[in-house]
């Protein structure tokens, strides 16, 4: 059972990113993205960690995609790609880096052959475990997490409002 | 059947290699920006991975610091993408180029 959702998540997720990085209109990619965050979220809860599925579902697809599409349209019509390449031969290049690359950890997980999982402790990944260790161990970064929110926020307001008008 | 640790971190690696690939071909500054997050999906897929391998809860709260950023990040680069589209009327990387030596 594991096996199958796994396989259909995997599909769904690398098609997902041939289509990010092979679709001519922005919107295509965009929407493929939504289909890796999409199968990435599935293979989060068949981890065990159901909090972090939500929040991809919520943070990612909700938000992120959705912010990605705006800009998209705002910035509409003009925002295709000339074809020709300006460093010859990146294209090819690109790729054989990437291979090359996917070459070496391929290499690494075959030395190490990873055991099988064991079963996920009661409770794991539960809002409620996340959560505790967010406001237990972890909650100064938590708390510095909200104050790189908030830069966030004043930071896209000063950089995206049109020059020459006063906030 | 279960399915092995490695089969999750092998999917994270070509999925961060798509990404990869991503950056270094398209031009468009948009799209850079989606592989780029693709990436880093695939390394949260990876941390989520060894979280539950090891049984422990740090690779999760890692991976929700991990989103925090990548929202901020994109909020910011794409008030910067709108920004150079506002003056230079491209969102093309190669016409980009005044800091070129």
Do not use: C, W
């Not at chain 1, 493929?32 to 939500?54: H, M, P, T």
């Not at chain 1, 690359?101 to 391929?106: H, K, R, S």
């Amino acid at each position: 059972m594991e096996l199958i959702i796994f396989v259909a998540a995997a599909i769904g997720a690398l098609a997902g990113g041939v289509g990010v990085i092979a679709s001519r209109p922005p919107v295509r990619s965009a929407l493929s993205l939504l289909l890796v965050l999409g199968s990435l979220a599935v293979l989060y809860l068949a981890l065990a960690a159901q909090f972090i599925a939500a929040l991809q579902v919520i943070i990612y697809a909700g938000a992120i995609v959705v912010l990605f599409l705006f800009v998209i349209m705002l910035l509409h019509a003009r925002t295709g790609e000339a074809r020709a390449e300006k460093l010859r031969g990146q294209r090819t290049a690109a790729v054989l880096l990437a291979a090359g690359f996917l070459g070496v950890i391929v290499a690494v997980l075959r030395s190490r052959p990873g055991a099988a999982l064991e079963a996920a402790p009661e409770g794991f990944g539960t809002a409620q475990a996340v959560g505790r260790a967010l406001f237990t161990a972890y909650v100064l970064p938590f708390e510095l997490a909200s104050v790189v929110l908030l830069i966030g926020i004043m930071a896209a307001v000063v950089i995206g409002r049109p020059s020459g008008t006063r906030p | 059947m279960t399915v092995p640790v490695g089969a999750y971190l092998a999917l994270s690696a070509a999925l961060f290699a798509l990404g990869f690939t991503g950056v270094l071909v398209r031009r468009n500054a948009l799209v850079v920006f989606m592989s780029v997050e693709l990436m880093l999906n695939s390394v949260n897929l990876s941390f989520i991975a060894f979280a539950r391998q090891l049984g422990a809860i740090e690779g999760q709260v890692s991976v929700f610091f991990v989103m925090v950023i990548a929202a901020v990040e994109v909020v910011v680069g794409l008030a910067i993408i709108i920004a150079i589209f506002r003056t230079r009327d491209t969102v093309d990387i190669d016409d980009v180029d005044l800091l070129r030596g």
